[in-house]
């Protein structure tokens, strides 16, 4: 409180920070101000049957924060759809008021807090990383031990796919102030979009396009293209396949455990769509000619 007895505002983080900056361009040399992508910890917290308990700290870009929350949780297999009661910020009065739009609390319908086994212990995440040690090959076998099959008629054109990485970029409104979040995509067969968000973190991204579909009712995604900003890594597989999306493409590379779990699994994964090119990794058969689709 202010010694006047007003209440301070309370700040709410946001996805862009404003800053100013020394701007050096050869001999010349100016002050100017500059928006930075928003980093901060989001705290998630589950309820239920009156008990308590933090599962996991990440670092986000804020927005879509309970789309975030959600997505993490069911790709990480500790609920599933129908199980979030409601979700909403901290009310905790121990928290600063700033603190408290960085700790989300999911409350479940469940009579007792479900086993967080896979998530093995309180950890941090980092927009690098992912979810580093969270999750082994042989536990998403466990989790979905069948292999994707194709909806009917699902294919993609390659002509659709070469026009998918400009409507991604399109809609990143984001990085096109900051120049430094991630973006996470889904489409529809004929290239139409149907989600974007954005992250500091490929992950997050994706763990907010997961979520909102949860929170819709819309899973499995079984009949849309994920398209990522960066690499395709063994998280970002992780979260599609339990999500039954079966073709994800990247702008940039796949890892070897990537291509590991799309063959396992039976996802189509595409690396390098840049340029009306790009490599076939796994799943040929939902990439047709156009004649064919």
């Keep these: 409180m202010h010694d006047d007895g007003r209440e301070r505002p309370v700040h709410r983080p946001g996805p862009v920070t404003r800053t100013r900056v020394r701007q050096v361009s050869g001999s010349a040399v100016r002050d100017r101000r500059d928006d930075l992508a928003t980093e901060e910890p989001l705290e998630i917290r ?22 975030l929350a959600a997505g993490f949780l069911y790709a990480e297999g500790v609920i599933g759809p129908g199980d979030i009661a409601a979700i909403g910020y901290c009310t905790d009065e121990d928290l600063e008021p700033e603190e408290r739009y960085n ?35 042989n536990a998403l076998r466990d989790r979905c031990p069948t292999p994707a099959s194709s ?7 390659p002509q659709v796919l070469y026009g998918l990485p400009h409507l991604l970029r399109k809609a990143q409104s984001g990085f096109g102030r ?9 489409f529809t067969p004929d290239g139409s979009p149907a989600g974007v968000r954005e992250d500091v973190g490929r992950h997050n991204a994706v ?19 994920l398209l990522i900003s960066g690499r395709a890594s ?7 396949v339990t999500a039954g999306v079966q073709i994800v493409c990247a702008v940039s590379a796949p890892s070897s455990l990537a291509v590991d779990v799309a063959r396992e699994f039976g996802v189509t994964l595409v690396g390098f769509l840049r340029e009306e090119r790009f490599n076939v990794y796994s799943g040929t058969e939902r990439i047709t000619p156009d004649d064919n689709a």
Aim: hydrophobic share 45%.
């Design 178 to 186: 900051t120049g430094g979040l991630h973006a996470a995509g889904l």
């Design 46 to 67: 589950l309820l239920a049957g009156g008990e308590s308990r933090t599962v996991a700290i990440t670092m986000r870009t804020p927005g879509a924060d309970f789309e």
């Design 207 to 225: 763990d907010k396009l997961v979520g909102s579909a949860l929170l819709g009712g819309r899973l499995p995604l079984d009949r849309h293209v």
């Design 151 to 157: 909806a009917p008629g699902f294919a993609v054109a």
């Design 234 to 240: 063994y998280e970002i597989m992780q979260k599609a």
């Design 103 to 137: 700790t989300v609390t999911v409350r479940l319908n469940l009579p007792t807090l479900p086993d967080i086994a896979t998530l093995e212990r309180h950890f941090l995440t980092s927009s690098a990383c992912g979810v580093c040690g969270t999750a082994t090959l």
